[in-house]
């Protein structure tokens, strides 16, 4: 894999994972690191049932007991990961709001992102090719990006529009060139937001 190219988290893809970790750039402070303090705090979310939370991680009650003792340090990569990313979505939920909310009324967001775009539009000479592109997204868009993210939408429903926001961001400059096109992006190398 080279510098350029991201591997998405098990289960999300580029799109997915890249907005989580524009929601994780706008934390005031760090995530618990040690699996004895992501345990903790887990538990503390889970309204301390042990039960809970073993299920949703998907290991014994006793193991979650014996990391919030301390008795057991380093997880196995799976339970690892499954530490990270669930106490990163739990993480400071309101900061994390705060960022969307300011991002789908008022500020957009960037987006960062080397991909193979192709056009569509009558006339066009454009031949498509790889791209490097940092544009900025209107909150419109982003309005809608976001809303397809809560409401469980997977990357194949996100794709279009984030392709739409670009191809008027940064090819038709807001409807004032190239009337008609259309881009879009395949084989994503790397894909950034940013609120």
Request: no cysteine.
């Amino acid at each position: 894999m080279s510098d350029h190219e991201q591997q998405p988290a098990p289960g999300r893809g580029k799109l997915l994972d890249a907005l989580a970790r524009a929601e994780r750039k706008v934390f005031t402070r760090p995530a618990p690191k040690s699996a004895k303090a992501q345990m903790k705090f887990l538990l503390t979310r889970a309204k301390g049932s042990t039960k809970a939370l073993a299920q949703r991680l998907g290991i014994s009650r006793r193991t979650v007991e014996r990391y919030r003792a301390g008795a057991l340090t380093t997880p196995q990569k799976r339970l690892q990961a499954a530490l990270v990313e669930e106490t990163e979505s739990e993480w400071q939920p309101q900061v994390r709001a705060q960022g969307r909310a300011q991002a789908a009324t008022s500020g957009g967001m960037m987006v960062h992102l080397v991909a193979y775009f192709g056009f569509t539009a009558s006339g066009s000479s454009d031949n498509g090719r790889i791209r490097h592109i940092t544009t900025a997204i209107s909150p419109i868009y982003v309005k809608q990006i976001l809303q397809l993210q809560e409401a469980g939408a997977t990357e194949e429903e996100l794709h279009p529009v984030v392709a739409e926001a670009i191809t008027e961001s940064y090819f038709t400059e807001w409807g004032t060139r190239a009337q008609g096109l259309r881009a879009d992006f395949t084989h994503v190398q790397l894909i950034d937001f940013e609120f």
